[in-house]
C-alpha cells in the first residue's frame, strides 16, 4: 500500500523519555520541524530543516539546539548515495547511510518506512545519521525495520535499536507517519 503525501502540519507529545512536544511543518521534500523538551531536568529545544530526494533518502539537514548551555548548528550534507558531509567536512565513518534520525524528533523515523517500501512480511536493516539533542553529537545507528502486518490504512513495523536496547512496535498513518512510538511520543495532531 503506497503512502499518501504529507499532510501540510503534523504534531506530536513527547512522553516518558522526555516531556514535550514537537511540530513539522511540510512543503514537497523539505521538512521544518521544532521540537521543545524536557529531558531527566534539562529543558531543551531542537529546530530543523530537511531535504528528502525523491527516492527518499536524506540530501540534507540543518539543525539548531538551544539549551542552558547554549546555542549550536550542525549542517549534514549527504549525496544520495551514502556519502557525507558535516559542516563541510567529509565524515567517512557514516559511509553507506540513507536516512538522518534526529534524537529530537518522532518524524524522522517515517524516512527509511518511506525509503525501504516494505511488503508485509519483510525486513531491513536501517542504519542512520543519528544526532543527539543536547550536543548534536554525531553518530551511526544501527536500527531495523520489520512490517508486521496492517491495521486499515495502519502499517505495524516491529523497530529495534540495539544500541539503545530498545524493541517495540511502531503504528503509522497513511502518511506513513508514525502515530505511536511506544517510550517517546504519540500522535497529537
Given at each position: 500500500?503506497?503512502?499518501?503525501?504529507?499532510?501540510?502540519?503534523?504534531?506530536?507529545?513527547?512522553?516518558?523519555a522526555r516531556d514535550g512536544f514537537e511540530v513539522v511543518f511540510f512543503s514537497g521534500r523539505r521538512v521544518e520541524g521544532h521540537t521543545a523538551a524536557v529531558e531527566?531536568?534539562?529543558?531543551?529545544?531542537?529546530?530543523?530543516?530537511i531535504e528528502l530526494a525523491p527516492d527518499w533518502t536524506t540530501r540534507s539537514a540543518h539543525v539548531v539546539a538551544r539549551s542552558?548551555?547554549?546555542?549550536?548548528?550542525?549542517?549534514?550534507?549527504?549525496d544520495g548515495a551514502g556519502r557525507w558531509l558535516i559542516d563541510?567536512?567529509?565524515?567517512?565513518r557514516l559511509d553507506g547511510l540513507l536516512d538522518v534520525d534526529l534524537e529530537s524528533s518522532a518524524f524522522t523515523n517515517a524516512l527509511p518506512v518511506h525509503r525501504l517500501g516494505l511488503e508485509i512480511g519483510q525486513a531491513a536493516d536501517a542504519p542512520a545519521v543519528y544526532v543527539r539533542a543536547l550536543d548534536l553529537r554525531v553518530e551511526r545507528l544501527e536500527q531495523?525495520?520489520?512490517?508486521?502486518?496492517?491495521?486499515g490504512p495502519r502499517q505495524r513495523y516491529d523497530y529495534s535499536a540495539a544500541r539503545f536496547d530498545y524493541a517495540d512496535r511502531l503504528v503509522y498513518d497513511e502518511h506513513g507517519l508514525v502515530l505511536d512510538y511506544p517510550?517517546?511520543?504519540?500522535?497529537?495532531?
Open positions: 500500500m503506497a503512502f499518501l503525501d504529507f499532510p501540510p502540519v503534523v504534531a506530536w507529545r513527547h512522553r516518558e531527566e531536568g534539562e529543558a531543551w529545544a531542537v529546530r530543523y530543516a542552558a548551555s547554549g546555542e549550536q548548528a550542525l549542517s549534514l550534507e549527504g563541510g567536512a567529509p565524515a567517512g531495523r525495520y520489520a512490517r508486521i502486518d496492517d491495521d517510550g517517546l511520543a504519540v500522535r497529537a495532531a
